[in-house]
């Protein structure tokens, strides 16, 4: 089993900056993708950004693409992202993830989520 703890959220202005981590624990070594999902006051939720822990390949949403960047630490199993130009369309709960397969399939465990919050 996995247990992901994801931190980070917070209130801003819209153009303003985040950075979310995610640190993972328990059996990390099964893991061969991390990301990061989000889902809107109105109930959508995206896939929005994912990184191979193999092969270092990241993936986005084009409605991130360009401002937000994930990154990971192996020594400390973490993976952040990296969040720039924040926008009121991007007021979610983002949750990190991960999967024991690859990062075209589904996620198999999840964090608790961290509430975003951007104001006009």
């Known amino acids: 089993h996995v247990n992901l703890v994801d931190t980070g959220g917070d209130s801003v202005s819209a153009g303003g900056s985040l950075r979310l981590s995610c640190t993972a624990s328990?059996?990390?070594?099964?893991?061969?993708?991390m990301g990061w999902s989000r889902q809107t006051p109105g109930g959508r939720r995206e896939r929005i950004a994912q990184i191979s822990t193999l092969s270092g390949i990241t993936t986005y949403a084009d409605s991130v693409k360009g401002r937000f960047t994930i990154s990971q630490d192996k020594a400390k199993n973490t993976v952040y992202l990296q969040m720039n130009n924040l926008k009121p369309d991007d007021t979610a709960m983002y949750y990190c993830?991960?999967?024991?397969?690859?990062?075209?399939?589904?996620?198999?465990?999840w964090g608790q989520g961290t509430q975003v919050t951007v104001s006009s």
């Open positions: 993830a991960a999967a024991v397969g690859s990062c075209d399939g589904p996620y198999s465990y």
């Open positions: 328990g059996a990390t070594h099964s893991l061969e993708c």
